[in-house]
């Protein structure tokens, strides 16, 4: 596989991801790839989610590699020490998986879009593909950990891929953990994309994608090498409006939710609202999230 037919979108799951895979899946000669989920298998994280809720004191977010290169395990299968043995057959075996999918697209395709929601692990595959696009998708993480609380009820779409339905005194458990989860994969991204040579990569804020989303599916475009007419590129956004998505296929119980941003201050209590910052707060600062760069007071 070229390399430069590949683009990743890397950030946090519940980001509008699955929502600018879409568009760009929409245009012609290219193929999406929609949650591969590789980065779940070769960044399994440490230690599991349970500490959230058993640990004497606070974990620290980690992956399997990471918690083996601190051992020194070089049997560790992806140790560093053998990375010239392993990496340029998961580099194959990845190609291979991916033009396999495309190719079921038609013979045009020309461009490969994957959506990999296990973006902690984005260092990794870009290293495997130096000449790959990255589409750095952003959101305010508040607003992920309340959609991803309402993908953790009952009957929802998630359930069926694995999540289970959160029991009342396991929300703040869970609050923390998916706050630790999105501040581990934003600062795995971001310092992917400041190693990511310019012309390769962009960033795209998901409140900016809303608020004018055929001039950001045209900066994905241009990052991603894909040539497309203004029509094509229009259409692809009026096609996927919120708007048109049929009412039974949009909610609470859903996987496209309400599309709209602050709805963590009403979903969420204060003693969870400041779990969740005690997490996040430094991260969004950063990003620019938090209002004139400040956490928000300890309650009382």
């Known amino acids: 596989m070229d390399p430069n037919r590949l683009t990743w979108i890397f950030g946090s799951s519940r980001s509008g991801s ?130 991803w609380l309402a993908a953790y009820q009952p009957d929802t779409w998630a359930i069926e891929q694995g999540a289970f339905a959160v029991a009342p005194w396991g929300r703040l458990p869970l609050i923390r953990w998916l706050a630790s989860v999105w501040v581990y994969r934003i600062d795995a991204v971001s310092r992917a994309f400041s190693q990511h040579e310019p012309d390769r990569r962009v960033k795209i804020r998901y409140e900016d994608l809303r608020a004018d989303p055929e001039a950001h599916l045209r900066a994905a475009c241009r990052t991603g090498g894909i040539d497309v007419a203004e029509d094509a590129l229009r259409a692809a956004v009026e096609r996927h409006d919120f708007e ?20 963590w201050r009403e979903n969420l209590t204060d003693v969870e609202q400041q779990a969740m910052h005690d997490v996040m707060g430094e991260t969004l600062a950063r990003l620019g999230y938090l209002e004139g760069g400040r956490r928000v007071p300890a309650l009382t």
Not at 85 to 95: F, H, K, V
Not at 100 to 114: M, Q
Not at 245 to 262: C, D, K, L
């Open 244 to 263: 048109r998505v049929p009412e039974s296929a949009r909610g609470e119980s859903q996987a496209i939710r309400r599309a709209t941003s602050g709805g």
């Open 18 to 147: 699955t929502w600018l895979l879409r568009m760009l899946s929409d245009l012609p000669g290219v193929a999406g790839i929609d949650d591969p989920h590789l980065g779940h298998h070769l960044g399994v994280w440490r230690p599991i989610a349970l500490a959230w809720a058993t640990a004497a004191e606070e974990p620290r977010l980690k992956t399997l590699a990471e918690a083996q290169r601190e051992a020194g395990n070089d049997s560790y299968f992806f140790s560093e020490r053998y990375r010239d043995a392993w990496a340029p057959g998961l580099r194959d075996l990845i190609a291979a998986r991916f033009d396999a999918e495309a190719a079921d697209t038609g013979p045009d395709a020309g461009s490969i879009v994957v959506k990999e929601p296990g973006s902690h692990v984005a260092g990794t595959l870009l290293s495997l593909f130096p000449q790959s696009r990255l589409i750095f998708l952003v959101r305010d993480g508040r607003d992920v950990i309340d959609s």
